[in-house]
């Protein structure tokens, strides 16, 4: 085999076959793998050598050394035997777009930079939008918009921005000590994280109570208040954050009425539906985001449940001034006549960094490969996987199911017969780690009410009957061992 070179087209052939090949027989073989790494901390370390190669080493060592060194150490997200967490979909059309992206390798910050980039981009997330029945002002033909963030977290941040910059240009720049921002207390921690970067400061951040009595979804009532409050003690509220699909239940907040009591009180409204926003392309489901109509901003992650490779996160956003005055720059270097001009999106002002890859590709091909028609009964079969195994929870009496399932996360614990709630906590603490030791599933928990609950997801693209009923046996397996 001759040297590697840099780039060179019959080498990226011939390389190119045998990495297909070898990921082509990882997923073959993926249910010999144990789905959660049984490895200890700094395993790696005492494998490789603690300096690079002078010399280039061959790519059939290279993936030898992936095979009894990596793979150890890797937990398998693709394992149709996972269920912790919320899915991260893999599928051959998202694997493609990521491959094609790789091969492209542009540097899409600008419309110049690759005009393609910028507005497939804008073509797919129209297409995603008219899918999940947006409203029109989300579309790119007037004044907002689709862009593809890294994460949620990302999403979050980047509205979280626009609404700050909004209302001190309003009120003075001096008020940011005064700016309050509202969420359950079941919303995602990246919200939070946000509020830090933005300089939010941390007594004003709201984090409103929910319980059991509206099934973790936050009542109309408790924002209502809470807005008021601050308004009386001249405090600034601005922004909110819904949830639909919250990660500890897949709880789904009022929207309709959330969004009337931001509007009239003029907070910026943000909906995350990075999970469950998937499953809103059913129209048996769409009326999860009825109230959309009142937001600014709507988020869904193409990358956990839509067959779409990490990353990709779409993010809408009504009014895509507010973005852009918020993250625009213009340095010399990068001044251009279509930029200029204004006919243009350059989508480096709608995000964090500048450089961007050609993510839209992958979300293209997944739609294109598959069609919704496909797409759709993807979701309903996870969700009526789910379904089968609530079912086989309700009939064993040493369970019980711990919250609604409305998608395809079913919350469930083991009961003790102590009737002792910390006894409860600590058996279902032991029956997560039992399950997981066994490397034959992986399931996640959370805490809900200060219940330890364990939480059992479907959405792995490999997952069938077969392993929710194997995996289910294990549970009881595993519980028997316990009780006894």
Not at 25 to 45: A, H, M, T, W
Not at 184 to 195: E, F, G, I, V
Not at 449 to 467: C, M, N, Q, W
Request: glycine share 6%; with cysteine; net charge negative.
């Amino acid at each position: 085999m001759d040297e590697l070179k840099p780039m060179d087209a019959e080498q990226l052939r011939e390389y190119g076959h045998q990495m297909v090949d070898f990921i082509a027989d990882y997923y073959k073989n993926i249910e010999s793998f144990p789905v959660c790494s049984q490895v200890q901390p700094g395993y790696l370390r005492e494998l490789l050598p603690d300096s690079a190669p002078v010399r280039p080493e061959s790519l059939q060592d290279v993936l030898d050394d992936v095979q009894l060194k990596i793979l150890p150490g890797v937990t398998h997200w693709q394992s149709p035997d996972y269920f912790a967490y919320f899915p991260s979909n893999s599928s051959v059309a998202g694997f493609l777009g990521e491959m094609l992206s790789a091969g492209i390798n542009m540097v899409g910050f600008s419309w110049i930079t690759s005009p393609a980039a910028t507005e497939l981009e804008m073509i797919v997330l129209d297409w995603l939008a008219k899918a999940l029945k947006l409203p029109d002002q989300f579309l790119s033909t007037g004044h907002g918009g689709g862009v593809i963030q890294g994460t949620a977290s990302e999403a979050v941040l980047v509205v979280l921005l626009a609404a700050r910059d909004q209302v001190l240009r309003r009120v003075g720049k001096d008020a940011t000590g005064r700016l309050v921002v509202y969420c359950s207390d079941q919303t995602h921690s990246a919200l939070q994280k946000a509020c830090k970067i933005a300089g939010i400061y941390p007594e004003n951040f709201r984090l409103l109570k929910t319980d059991s009595s509206t099934d973790y979804a936050l009542s109309p009532e408790s924002l209502s208040e809470a807005i008021s409050r601050d308004i009386a003690s001249g405090l600034i509220p601005f922004f909110f954050c819904a949830t639909v699909g919250t990660t500890s239940s897949t709880a789904v907040d009022p929207l309709t009425e959330l969004g009337k009591i931001s509007n009239s009180n003029g907070l910026w409204f943000h909906i995350d539906a990075a999970y469950a926003g998937s499953a809103c392309i059913c129209p048996e489901f769409r009326h999860y985001i009825h109230g959309v109509e009142g937001a600014n901003s709507f988020n869904m992650n193409a990358h956990k449940w839509f067959l779409t490779n990490f990353d990709c996160s779409a993010l809408w956003v009504k009014d895509r001034s507010a973005l852009i005055q918020s993250l625009s720059t213009n340095p010399e270097f990068l001044k251009n006549k279509a930029s200029q001009d204004n006919k243009v999106v350059d989508y480096k002002d709608w995000q964090i960094p500048l450089g961007r890859r050609f993510r839209s590709l992958k979300l293209w091909m997944v739609l294109r490969l598959y069609g919704l028609e496909n797409l759709q009964a993807y979701i309903r079969n996870h969700i009526e996987l789910a379904r089968k195994f609530e079912e086989l929870v309700n009939l064993d009496s040493r369970f019980e199911v711990a919250a609604p399932r409305r998608f395809s996360l079913v919350c469930f614990r083991l009961v003790s017969a102590q009737n002792d709630a910390e006894h409860a906590n600590q058996l279902n603490r032991e029956l997560l780690e039992a399950v997981n030791s066994t490397g034959n599933l992986f399931i996640s928990h959370t805490v809900l009410s200060d219940k330890y609950i364990l939480r059992f997801a479907v959405g792995a693209p490999l997952t069938e009957e077969r392993h929710v009923l194997e995996a289910w046996k294990t549970l009881q397996e595993k519980a028997a061992l316990l009780l006894t």
